[in-house]
């Protein structure tokens, strides 16, 4: 039986991942500090509550003895890391530094990380390989890409081997109704649009109707969060089997434009929305949609739920259970 602490396991992808490693026979333990997460989340395993960076909680944990570790746990607010630039750093780097060492002073070789496209920056092409050069354009993006760095660093000095999972638009919910997206406060488009529908919110802001996008608003490659688990499944299997480090961008490969999202949302929730339109937002780019093809090739990973309305229709279930 696999040993698997997911750090960050009462989030929103975290939380899938741990249910879906307890459907697979793992025996999980969560560490959460629960400032953005929630305990009801973690539906298998132990949950401690503390801070990844607290060396005295890790050696008690990792004492447990631990085949990997998946690191969910990062502060992931674009703009908010523009404003706030050292929670960032400290957070997502230094923190997660602190949670490395106490992995190598106990012995456990294999991590699996939660990156993200922003690592990218402005795109020189798309669909963007993990060949497409990494030049974030804010601290949130620069935070996830020094972690990957410093990783190819611990791999070669400490044989610590890792995969990083460059995540495009996280969305969708549980196919089985019993989690979902709770971020406070929320600001990502799909939920943003259905608690509109719901009634919750008034109108829905749309950033830009002026790019250079067939119907002119930013066209992003919404990733469903149990795809993404299954990457990370597939991931921890690979590590398991003795493979090396490895880097991998995660998406559709298709894209949707925010209208085309907003209209989805209208079909599948059968409501009218109000649209407030407003100027572009600081620092999205236009398109942004992965090339998936290295994970397909090498990991036999394949995004299933790659229709819209799928995707949106699982996050509006979540949405109305959630009262
Ligand atoms: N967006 C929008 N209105 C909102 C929130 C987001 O028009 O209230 C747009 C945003 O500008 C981007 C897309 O929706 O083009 C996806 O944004 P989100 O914040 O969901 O994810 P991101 O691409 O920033 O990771």
Same mark, same amino acid.
């Given at each position: 039986? +696999?040993?698997?602490?997911?750090?960050g396991?009462?989030?929103?992808?975290?939380? #899938?991942?741990?249910?879906?490693?307890?459907?697979?026979g793992?025996?999980?333990?969560?560490? =959460?500090d629960?400032?953005?997460?929630?305990?009801?989340?973690?539906?298998v395993?132990?949950?401690?509550?503390? =801070?990844?960076?607290?060396?005295?909680?890790?050696?008690?944990?990792?004492?447990?003895?631990?085949?990997?570790?998946?690191?969910?746990?990062?502060?992931?607010?674009?703009?908010?890391?523009v404003?706030?630039?050292?929670?960032?750093?400290?957070?997502?780097?230094?923190?997660?530094l602190?949670?490395?060492?106490?992995?190598?002073? #106990?012995?456990?070789?294999?991590?699996?990380?939660?990156?993200t496209?922003?690592?990218? /920056?402005? &795109?020189?092409?798309t669909?963007m390989?993990? +060949?497409h &050069? +990494? #030049?974030?354009?804010?601290?949130?993006?620069?935070?996830?890409?020094?972690?990957?760095?410093?990783?190819?660093?611990y791999?070669r000095?400490?044989?610590?081997?890792?995969?990083?999972?460059r995540?495009?638009n996280?969305?969708g919910? =549980?196919?089985? /109704?019993?989690?979902?997206?709770?971020?406070?406060?929320?600001t990502?488009l799909?939920?943003?649009?259905?608690?509109?529908?719901a009634?919750?919110?008034?109108?829905l802001?749309?950033?830009?109707?002026?790019?250079?996008?067939?119907?002119?608003?930013?066209?992003?490659?919404?990733?469903?969060?149990?795809?993404?688990?299954?990457?990370h499944?597939?991931?921890?299997?690979?590590?398991?089997?003795?493979?090396g480090? +490895?880097k991998?961008?995660?998406?559709?490969?298709?894209g949707?434009?925010?209208?085309?999202?907003? =209209?989805?949302?209208?079909?599948?929730?059968?409501?009218?929305?109000?649209?407030?339109?407003?100027?572009?937002?600081?620092?999205?780019?236009?398109?942004?949609?992965?090339?998936? /093809?290295?994970?397909?090739?090498?990991? /036999?990973?394949?995004?299933?739920?790659?229709?819209?309305?799928?995707?949106?229709?699982?996050?509006?279930?979540?949405?109305?259970?959630?009262?």
């Amino acid at each position: 039986m +696999q040993k698997i602490l997911v750090v960050g396991g009462a989030g929103f992808i975290g939380s #899938h991942m741990v249910k879906m490693l307890g459907q697979r026979g793992c025996q999980v333990t969560t560490l =959460d500090d629960l400032t953005s997460g929630h305990r009801d989340a973690v539906l298998v395993g132990d949950l401690v509550q503390g =801070d990844m960076a607290d060396r005295a909680l890790l050696d008690g944990v990792l004492s447990r003895g631990f085949d990997a570790v998946m690191h969910f746990a990062s502060f992931i607010e674009v703009g908010e890391s523009v404003q706030q630039p050292a929670r960032y750093y400290q957070n997502n780097v230094v923190k997660t530094l602190a949670l490395l060492d106490a992995m190598r002073a #106990h012995g456990v070789q294999r991590f699996i990380f939660s990156s993200t496209a922003a690592t990218f /920056g402005e &795109p020189q092409y798309t669909p963007m390989d993990e +060949q497409h &050069p +990494q #030049h974030p354009v804010n601290p949130y993006g620069r935070t996830k890409l020094m972690v990957e760095q410093l990783l190819a660093d611990y791999e070669r000095a400490y044989g610590l081997r890792s995969v990083c999972l460059r995540y495009f638009n996280a969305a969708g919910a =549980d196919p089985e /109704g019993q989690l979902g997206e709770r971020h406070q406060p929320e600001t990502h488009l799909i939920p943003l649009a259905l608690q509109v529908a719901a009634g919750r919110r008034a109108h829905l802001q749309v950033f830009g109707r002026d790019y250079d996008t067939p119907d002119g608003t930013c066209v992003r490659d919404y990733v469903h969060v149990q795809d993404l688990c299954a990457a990370h499944w597939l991931a921890l299997q690979s590590l398991m089997g003795g493979a090396g480090s +490895q880097k991998y961008n995660l998406g559709s490969g298709r894209g949707f434009s925010v209208q085309e999202v907003i =209209d989805t949302v209208q079909r599948v929730t059968g409501r009218p929305m109000a649209l407030m339109d407003q100027p572009r937002r600081l620092g999205d780019p236009a398109r942004l949609v992965a090339d998936p /093809g290295l994970a397909q090739r090498v990991l /036999g990973w394949q995004a299933q739920f790659t229709d819209l309305d799928t995707i949106i229709a699982h996050a509006w279930r979540w949405e109305n259970r959630k009262g």
